[in-house]
């Protein structure tokens, strides 16, 4: 049987890392993921922006050298960009006004049929977007 998907978005994955509000919650979502419970999809340049997010957060280089080998190894469906997919986030961005970072995760929520989980206030007024 398929997992379900889950396109999750960099405000979600950074409390993972952080101590912060719904942290609990981010935790039991990746641990969700890794017992094959369901299957968290991001796209290709989403390591980028929790590593610059959390760069700003976290001074201690070991710690952020840690965070990535976590990142890398929890084996997320990484989808790469393409012309369509970056054609749907430029409708989304323009049509929800967000930025074109944020409406490729709406963009992959769409096309794959699936929620988007986000703790990100703007992003969260979209159709499929869910709150952690």
Do not use: W
């Amino acid at each position: 049987m398929e997992r379900q998907k889950k396109v999750v978005d960099t405000s979600v994955i950074v409390k993972c890392f952080l101590q912060e509000d719904k942290t609990d919650k981010a935790v039991t979502l990746i641990e969700n993921h890794l017992m094959n419970n369901i299957e968290i999809v991001v796209p290709e340049l989403f390591f980028l922006e929790v590593l610059n997010t959390l760069r700003y957060k976290e001074k201690d280089e070991n710690k952020l050298n840690e965070t990535i080998k976590i990142l890398l190894n929890a084996k997320f469906l990484i989808v790469p960009l393409n012309q369509f997919i970056l054609e749907r986030s430029l409708e989304i961005s323009l049509q929800y006004d967000l930025s074109i970072y944020d409406a490729l995760y709406a963009a992959l929520s769409q096309i794959h049929g699936c929620s988007l989980v986000t703790e990100d206030k703007k992003l969260k007024k979209f159709p499929s977007a869910v709150a952690l």
